[in-house]
């Protein structure tokens, strides 16, 4: 191991020379010396698991690009923190570790409408107890089931399932049955709204200003992201550039957006 430390130090490393090194000995160089080098190998030799287990959350409220870029941060993640020497396979040291940031991404991100941690968590915990008491009493729990079950009050199951709606917010578009008549509702209908005509203006002014502060880049994936509705896997496409790179300064004009509609309220 001696040897193939001094080759690394002695400033030979790169993509091609990395190939003849197995997993293993890849750990040990990079444990040794933190070459990012080393690590883009690691990670492409094991980005298959991110794949993978990025592919067990698909619809489920959030996008596959999304989860596959939290699922290949979590590698990044496991692969500083493993220890060859401990004598553990990286793919079951990895794999609790991604799926891991992935739920960390759901519990903090997959709710439309932001509720409390206590809730979400007692929301998820109604819902494992409906499928136990389903099967125990043979029939849809009652509120007070699952109350008595979980040892907490019916108000704080009610709340719970009250917020559990917006994890997953209906369509606008979703029909209702309008009885006797043969055109079929939809939810948007049924919704008031304020003048949009003024809404419309004012927010195209606000665009229309605040995008003249933007350099040409921030301008082209505003376009691609929010007027042509296109990924951003698509936008780095047309932009050459990484995903990464487009999720980075879409939240940095977004926060430049922010500041302008502060400014106005102020």
């Known amino acids: 191991m001696e040897s193939t430390v001094k080759k690394i130090d002695e400033g030979t490393i790169n993509i091609h020379s990395l190939k003849q090194y197995n997993e293993k000995e890849l750990f040990e160089i990079y444990n040794q010396t933190k070459d990012k080098t080393i690590r883009n190998e690691l990670v492409n030799r094991y980005l298959y698991i991110a794949q993978i287990l990025s592919k067990k959350y698909i619809n489920k409220g959030i996008e596959y690009e999304d989860l596959y870029q939290i699922a290949s941060l979590g590698l990044i993640f496991a692969i500083e923190r493993f220890d060859i020497t401990k004598g553990f396979e990286f793919s079951s040291f990895a794999t609790p570790t991604i799926i891991g940031e992935i739920k960390k991404y759901f519990r903090d991100k997959g709710w439309a409408i ?94 229309k200003e605040s995008m003249k502060k933007l350099n040409e880049l921030e301008v082209k994936i505003i376009k691609y992201r929010f007027f042509e509705n296109k990924t951003q896997s698509q936008a780095a496409k047309l932009l050459d550039v990484s995903q990464m790179t487009i999720s980075r300064m879409e939240k940095k004009v977004i926060d430049k957006f922010k500041k302008e509609l502060n400014k106005m309220e102020e």
């Open 114 to 207: 932001r509720v409390p941690r206590r809730i979400q968590e007692l929301s998820k915990k109604i819902s494992n107890t409906r499928n136990v008491l389903t099967q125990e009493l043979q029939r849809t729990p009652k509120v007070i089931d699952i109350a008595e079950y979980l040892g907490c009050t019916e108000e704080q199951v009610l709340e719970a399932m009250d917020a559990s709606q917006v994890y997953t917010p209906k369509s606008l578009d979703i029909s209702y049955d309008n009885s006797g008549d043969d055109k079929d509702v939809q939810l948007k209908d049924l919704i008031g709204e304020n003048d949009k005509y003024f809404d419309i203006l004012e927010n195209k002014d606000f665009i």
